[in-house]
């Protein structure tokens, strides 16, 4: 780790062997949230069957747009008007919503169509428009198969394309739990395990990281002696208590065979809930149960290493249970309460202002080749309300490039609330701007991306018509980052607003009013591994210079390049 980023404002490091190019293809890391769904609707289409009237190329298969992956998409041949895609859900489902994220080549006509034998369809809603991005939609009624029938493309150079195609139904797994209906038990009680990895690749993964209620510290089973069945992992709750629910965040060394088990001594045990079908992410399991030893007994694995869970929260009424931290109260949008601002209203060369940021000199990361200077010359206002962050060609710290990188590390931090700033883009080959905020526990040891970052803007000089907003976190990060790439008008032409608005449900991404991204809690929970983003964040600014991401510069990327900032503004 450099010194410029142990100061806490440094650049993540992408995945070295993803290339720009390979991102550029990639494009988004998104699952469509369901964010107006009901608590008890359920994903039902993923992994099932799924086909096409039609294909691109055979790296874009119909199979891709349900395969829960979220950087790949199925579209269809160019030019091809109208075509359709389908899933079969294996049997008749009471169908209750579906969620489509399209890439650019949406549909600007298009209807949902449901039929229970592949031959007869009925129109489950009118001709709807698309849009690039997310798109929800209410049905109701009951069908086995779940058809798009596209009938007007948006792109007429290209045909359809679509990153995700969710169904969604009531009552077919087990919904989010109403944190009413019990108590957390299980917080910072004693914890056992039959094994725990203490070495340099997890480092605690003791069995008491189960319990802490730390979305970014795991139990692992041991690398030398734990990778065999069974493994198991108990908590004390410290008095006899009624289990009325259990909630198992897992690594991907998940269990696919295992018991939840109850007992009163720690060496008698009643099962309560038992499965041969664990699928990994997060389990949420309704159970009944008394005891004051809660266990969970693994008895096959997903692949040959342990057994491994973030969180194993144990709910119900009864035993010896520790509060909790409280957290912040969720803002109410649209947030007006102003906690945090810069204008940068002052004279012309002025420095921003130390009181409200910290400067971050140094080497970048990601393959970037500018150096990260202190100096007026790469930040400081221009006299009419703007601040400047201008990468320059000049020599430094052995670098032909310099450019600024400032955050807000030591002076403002904020959990939850809206946001935002005003900025405008430059446009050139290799140019990276950003507007992002990292987790705060980064600045007393927690590497990235154990405590998370938020990219609330990021755009590639190369293609200033299409902008990021990407969330990282232990599992889903760099190229598999989760998050949204979207296409927009010439970004370096005018200021635009780009703002998140955060809280304990999600992070809604916008530009210029508009919703592009929203990064749903339970869906990312259920689909990607933990949340990470319920603490502190701080905000940061920067404009890089090359890298994998944006690529390389060239002799048409201008010097000066500048990036313009009207404000940055934050609201609770």
Known sequence: MSSAKSR???????????????????GAYFVATPGSASAAEAIVSQGKPTTASS???????????????????????????????KVDLGAPTAVTRVNLNWEGAYASAFTVQFSTNDSTWTDATATLSGNAGAQSITVSGTARYVRLNLTQRALPAYGYSLWEFQVYANGTTTPPPDPGTGTLLSYNKPAFASTEQNDVNCNPCTANKAFDLDPATRWATSSTNGWVDPGWIYVDLGATAQISRVELQWDPAYATAYKIQVSPNATTWTDIYSTTTGHGF??????????????MYGTARVSTYGYSLYDFNVYGTGGAPNTPPARPADPTFPATRLVYNDEFNDASGTKPSTAKWTYDPGVPQNGEVQYYTENSNNAKTDGQGNLVIEARKEASNGREYTSARMNTSNK???QYGRVEARIKVPKGNGLWPAFWMMGADFLTGRPWPYNGEVDIMEVLGRNT?????????????????YGQKY???????????WAAEWDSKGIKFLLDGNQVFYASKATVEATRGPWIFDHPFYIILNLAVGGDFPGPIDASTPFPARMLVDYVRVYQ
Not at 283 to 290: I, P, Q, R
Not at 472 to 479: I, L, T
Not at 487 to 497: G, K, P
């Open 487 to 497: 296409a927009t008008v010439d970004l370096s032409q005018d200021f635009h607003v």
């Open 8 to 26: 806490g404002g440094g650049r993540r490091t992408r995945l070295a062997t993803i290339g720009a190019a390979l991102l550029a293809l990639a």
């Open 412 to 414: 403002f931090q904020v």
């Open 55 to 85: 294909v691109e190329w055979e790296g874009t298969p119909a199979s891709a747009a349900t395969d829960g992956n979220t950087g790949t998409r199925w579209s269809s041949a160019f030019l091809a008007t109208p075509q359709w895609l």
């Open 282 to 295: 997060k389990e949420v399991l309704n159970v009944t149960g008394t005891g004051r030893y809660v266990r």
């Open 465 to 481: 018509s299409e902008a990021y907003s990407t969330l990282h976190a232990p599992q889903y990060n760099g190229a598999g980052g």
